[in-house]
Antibody, heavy 126, light 107 residues
Framework: QLLLQQSGPRLVKPSETLSLTCTVS??????????WGWIRQSPGKGLEWLGS???????YYNPSFKSRVLISVDTSNTQFSLTLRSEIAADTAVFFC??????????????????WGQGTTVTVSS | DIYMTQSPSSLSASVGDRVTITCRAS??????LNWYLHKSGTAPKLLIY???RLQSGVPSRFSGGGSVTEFTLTISSLQPEDFATYYC?????????FGQGTKLEIK
């Protein structure tokens, strides 16, 4: 059974950078056809897709976040990571990592987030 | 972006009831519509993909329908574990978007 385990700080000061890591076990991250994404759930805006990455490092970002989101992959450690720059109070949210069939918009009818991490609540506060 | 609207936003029902949740897309998405169940503090669970295909391991009381811009999720006979928040999500465009959620509560 595929398991996605999230890790990272739960409290970030305004203007600092948030970094979260998702470690995948029970399956390979070093080959296709899967894509690995980050989604956040904030009180005011519900679920928002931030971006995704393929094992070869190709990234896909939501334009609403593109200027401050960076997603990277470390296949040797079966991990992928999220960096969100310039955190503001409105960035307080629950962050999820998830697997999907991508690439966004071209993943076919089966493209869906079929495995998710447990979620990390991140509070932005001084 | 494609905007997804769910209705109702909340719903009260009893065990054994049949319930239907609707999701509307702001433009045509074909059958690129997925449904998720989420309980606070846990990982969301994929129920239905491609509008009507039941994800492996999901009970058959869950079913999905619709196409183009209007979609439904139906639970034929509610069980205690079904009380949760449900989200639709489109995978048609290059920017994935979700509905705002429907909270299903026990009456």
């Amino acid at each position: 059974q595929l398991l996605l385990q999230q890790s990272g700080p739960r409290l970030v000061k305004p203007s600092e950078t948030l970094s979260l890591t998702c470690t995948v076990s029970g399956g390979s991250i070093g080959a296709g056809p899967y894509y690995w994404g980050w989604i956040r759930q904030s009180p005011g805006k519900g679920l928002e897709w931030l971006g995704s990455i393929y094992y070869n490092g190709k990234t896909y970002y939501n334009p609403s976040f593109k200027s401050r989101v960076l997603i990277s992959v470390d296949t040797s450690n079966t991990q992928f990571s999220l960096t969100l720059r310039s955190e503001i109070a409105a960035d307080t949210a629950v962050f999820f990592c998830a697997r999907h069939w991508g690439p966004p918009g071209r993943g076919g009818t089966s493209d869906s987030f079929d495995f998710w991490g447990q979620g990390t609540t991140v509070t932005v506060s001084s | 972006d494609i905007y997804m609207t769910q209705s109702p936003s909340s719903l009260s029902a009893s065990v054994g009831d049949r319930v239907t949740i609707t999701c509307r897309a702001s433009e045509s998405i074909g059958d690129r519509l997925n449904w998720y169940l989420h309980k606070s503090g846990t990982a969301p669970k994929l129920l239905i993909y491609a509008a009507s295909r039941l994800q492996s391991g999901v009970p058959s009381r869950f079913s999905g329908g619709g196409s183009v811009t209007e979609f439904t999720l139906t639970i034929s006979s509610l069980q205690p574990e079904d009380f949760a928040t449900y989200y639709c999500q489109q995978s048609y465009s290059e920017v994935y978007t979700f509905g705002q959620g429907t909270k299903l509560e026990i009456k």
